[in-house]
């Protein structure tokens, strides 16, 4: 991106961020990854062990909560590229049984949401509805993506998702070119 493109871009956030005082968009700059993303408050962090694909990994995200919604940005290095689809897979179809969307394959049409990411070479986009921990409605977009052997996942949750609150957060994603 030129630097008068990106100039465009950030005052159109800000813009857009004049209109609705509860986000304060920052750039986050993942601590071993490439990924640039834009959280709309202040992100706190955490690394745990998860299995992924059959295969114990660390899991790093970085999430926030403001208005109602639940921002989230997640990572891990799956150490073989040839893991990276199987990885991705396993992670749509986690992230929608927890919270219980039906249907639960990410594979379904009925799931599928069209986003892209800068500089990712595929990216696959899910929207779903489902049910939080507390049994209340939740709805979530998320997007899966991969650079080498690390995998990606950026994602919204909330009982009701506005386009306005959230494609300033998709939109705000990108890797370097590799």
Request: hydrophobic share 45%; proline share 8%; glycine share 6%.
């Amino acid at each position: 991106m030129s630097y008068s493109s990106r100039a465009v871009w950030l005052a159109s956030l800000l813009t857009l961020g004049a209109c609705s005082p509860t986000f304060n968009w920052r750039e986050l700059r993942l601590d071993g990854a490439p990924l640039l993303a834009l959280m709309p408050c202040k992100p706190e962090s955490a690394t745990r062990t998860v299995p992924l694909a059959g295969a114990p990994v660390e899991l790093h995200m970085h999430s926030c909560e403001t208005s109602g919604l639940r921002f989230a940005v997640a990572w891990a290095d799956v150490g073989n590229a040839a893991q990276v689809p199987t990885a991705l897979a396993a992670w749509r179809s986690a992230s929608l049984q927890s919270i219980r969307a039906v249907p639960t394959s990410a594979n379904d049409p009925a799931t599928r949401w069209t986003v892209s990411v800068a500089g990712a070479p595929a990216a696959l986009g899910v929207s779903a509805q489902g049910q939080d921990p507390q049994g209340q409605p939740v709805q979530t977009r998320a997007v899966y993506f991969a650079q080498g052997t690390q995998v990606f996942q950026a994602a919204v949750y909330g009982a009701q998702l506005t386009d306005e609150a959230v494609e300033p957060f998709f939109a705000g994603l990108r890797l370097p070119a590799p």
